[in-house]
């Protein structure tokens, strides 16, 4: 608000004693104070309120208006309930500086100038805001032009004076504001992250309030398209919005606002309008969404092929698809690996491949890059229960086999297990495993193989996140993938067929209860719960396949047959 709009207000029974020319300043604040120097609590654009009781005589006046002019306030307002009137040597020390000053009457106090300045400078700047947000918004939904989130960053800090940041939800940051020096630590990115997580799953009412150290935070979901949006009647019909088992399908993909400022007493403007901000940088996730929808269907397609044992000439066909996608202006064809990955709940779901799929692609991102673009040579396509990664690695030279390039199961981890662990303490885990690197279409079925069983191993360790390379697999896995096609058919038909012709014939179920049992470890009672049986039919079923097999199951040598078996089927 301008200095001029307080004159207009006869309730701040304001009288002006000096500064006409100066009346078109902006006001940005308000404080109240008696010290001598009052400077530390000043930071420019203030009205500033004073009862003189820091003037004992007139020598007094002179170094406190120059204190007020070289901290930039906009106007000094002096009571006149102590004194009676103004004192002539403040006016002549505010007029030799060109401070605007006021004189207020004893009759009005200075909470209510207070009050009122603040409601105007908030709406005021609120109102701007939004108009701004709302112009944002069209022409981000339009195209590009707009700027991207960092834009709407740069105009919360500078018409709000709130500095904001937009993270994944591993704690990457994915825009920030450009003067926001010194940014969020790699600590205090992964502690909002986490904490965000753990609201979020748990279903806790948003904005999310967070202290790290002697700084509060306030997180803001992030909702795509498809999600619940800002609601007409406000932001609290929005607070509980999230929470279920719809969280859990975005949990592990949505974008947060961290703005450093505690969100507890904004009045409903404020949050609307910081909701509304939210639902602006969500078009530009939906964008990144939308982009890689292209690279998903590639990598489905190859995964696809693989599984269902196609031709490497067909395999190599859609890699060299694939490759000017995924690493445009590469020459040579690349070298591929492939990760694995799933996301397990505590309650048994296991239609969780979307949710691993998202969130593959956030940790296979560089966790030092920012912006959303650093994801676009990542394909990964999802099953029901998993999700599989295609990762592109430049080709090696030729006398490096390439074991050792590409990515590591360890460093997926580094940055993003802290946030994980705590976001899914209690609900879920997350588990990964990370293939050697393959240079022709015939080694991606052995990397597919070797980064399911390195999932395997990771999943039989204690943590909420864990991951494993193929450095670890036991020997035979390694040689699985070079078993000639004959020796496959013929040691899984004769282990596997007389059940096949068993469930054929009789519609029954054996093949996916000995998968499910040795998945299991052999535990009765987990395998069990995983199909939904009672722990006798489970034993029945598995007494018919030792039946038809002549093997036995509670031997080591003979699950470890039929373990072979299944994965070279």
Known sequence: MRLRALLDTDALGLKLLGGEGELDRTVRGVMTTDLRDPSRYLSGGELVLTGLAWRRDAADSEPFVRILVQAQVAALAAGEAELGSVP????????????????????????????????????????????????????????????????????????????????????????????????????????????????????????????VGATTYSL????????????????????????????????????????????????????????GVTQLIAVERDRRDAARTVRRRLAQEVLELVQTGAAPAEIAARLRVAAPVLLPGLGAAPHWQVVVARVEWADGDEQTGRVAQTLLEEMLVDPHATGPEQSDRIAVAHTGEEAVALVPLPAVSSEHDGSEAGVLAETLLESVREPLSAGLDGDGRVTLGVSAAVHSA??????????????????????????????????????LPFVPDDVRRAFTARLLDPLRDYDRRHRAELIPTLEAFLDSDGSWTRCANRLHLHVNTLRYRVGRIEQLTGRDLSRLEDKLDFFLALRMS
Do not use: N
Request: glycine share 10%; proline share 6%; aromatic share 4%.
């Open 220 to 275: 803001f979901p992030v909702r795509g398209r498809g999600q619940s949006p800002v609601p007409p009647q406000g932001a609290r019909a929005l607070q509980g919005a999230g929470a279920g088992r719809d969280a859990r399908e975005t949990v592990l993909s949505d974008w947060l606002l961290a703005v450093e400022a505690d969100a507890g007493d904004w009045a409903e403007e404020r949050l609307d309008l910081l909701y």
């Open 88 to 211: 002539e040597d403040l006016v002549v020390a505010c007029a030799r500086h060109r401070l605007p000053l006021f004189a207020v009457h004893e009759s009005v106090a200075f909470a209510t100038i207070t009050e009122h300045v603040v409601r105007q400078v908030s709406g005021e700047r609120a109102g701007d805001l939004a108009a701004v947000v709302d112009r944002h918004r069209r022409m981000m939904t339009s195209g590009p032009a707009g700027g991207g989130p960092d834009v709407v960053l740069d105009l919360l800090g500078s018409d709000l004076d709130l500095r904001a940041w937009v993270l994944s939800p591993t704690g990457r940051q994915v825009a920030g504001p450009k003067d926001a020096e010194p940014g969020l630590t790699a600590e205090v990115r992964a502690k909002l992250a986490a904490e965000h997580l753990a609201a979020t799953r748990t279903g806790r009412r948003a904005p999310h309030r967070v202290a």
């Open 442 to 479: 015939e080694g991606l079925r052995g990397a597919l193989e070797e980064a399911r069983h390195a999932r395997r191993v990771a999943a039989a360790r204690p943590g909420r996140v864990c991951a494993a390379g193929h450095q670890e697999l036991a020997s035979h896995v390694l040689l």
